[in-house]
């Protein structure tokens, strides 16, 4: 089973990438450049496997690039919201 194949999978492994990054000494502003190339490369090369993904890729497809940085940044502050509950 993939991480892409299950929302709640998805989101952990998007907080742990994050949670590496950081220990790694990356500036927040990079990790929001980092989630925005995913998110490109997700919107680009990946089919959406739940009705969540396809609401983002569709959001994704519509949105222009100020709007993709606001997602990306969204869905950071989203898994790291869920990380400290």
């Known amino acids: 089973m993939s991480v892409l194949d299950n929302w709640d999978q998805w ?30 490369y997700l919107a680009n090369n990946v089919d959406p496997k739940n009705e969540q993904e396809r609401v983002l890729a569709d959001l994704w497809k519509v949105a222009d690039e100020d709007e993709q940085h606001a997602i990306a940044n969204m869905m950071v502050k989203m898994v790291q919201s869920d990380s400290s509950r």
């Open 11 to 40: 989101k952990q492994f998007l907080n742990g990438r994050l949670d590496q990054a950081k220990h790694d000494g990356m500036q927040g502003n990079v990790v929001s450049d980092v989630a925005y190339e995913v998110g490109e």
